[in-house]
């Protein structure tokens, strides 16, 4: 009788524990946010959840982008390579502002991008990834040390915005 009135009590406190998933991503994400990037949870049109993470821009950066207008553009991972899209299996968004003179230096960038990574954007926040959050048997601080790598190099890439 007393173990089925603890069981009783104790059972519902027990279901309130984080999950093994929900603990992998409060680890993923907390390590995101010691290393200075904001992370936002978003779902795509099928439903699937996925994480943007943000490296505002430097200040020096921002104090020079004051002056003119911030560029804005976006890369989508697409399900396969083909010679009408940007670089390999990167394309650009229908929204992005930039002219069709793109500096060699993102598609080298490009080249190593994790293959979670499902999109790579520029706007006025920062430089941004959409990830899915699979540490593929990676320690998430190695992971996101990769994806503060990207992020910086995307930073420095200077993109040419469309006259307005």
Avoid at 27 to 56: F, W
Avoid at 71 to 88: C, G, Q, V, Y
Avoid at 133 to 140: A, S, T
Wanted: charged letters at 25%.
């Amino acid at each position: 009788m007393i173990i089925a009135v603890v069981s009783l009590m104790l059972g519902p406190v027990m279901m309130m524990q984080p999950s093994k998933k929900e603990r992998r991503l409060a680890r993923i994400r907390g390590s995101a946010i010691a290393n200075k990037l904001k992370v936002q949870s978003h779902v795509d049109d099928k439903g699937e959840m996925y994480a943007v993470y943000t490296k505002p821009w430097p200040d020096y950066i921002l104090q020079s982008l004051k002056s003119r207008q911030f560029p804005e553009w976006r890369l989508n991972r697409m399900a396969f390579a083909h010679d009408i899209h940007f670089h390999s299996v990167w394309d650009w968004d229908n929204k992005s502002k930039t002219s069709s003179v793109v500096p060699g230096e993102l598609a080298a960038i490009l080249d190593s991008v994790n293959e979670d990574i499902t999109a790579i954007e520029v706007n006025r926040f920062g430089a941004s990834v959409h990830w899915n959050e699979y540490l593929r048997g990676r320690e998430p601080q190695q992971v996101i040390k990769e994806i503060e790598q990207l992020l910086a190099s995307l930073i420095q890439v200077e993109i040419p915005l469309l006259p307005c």
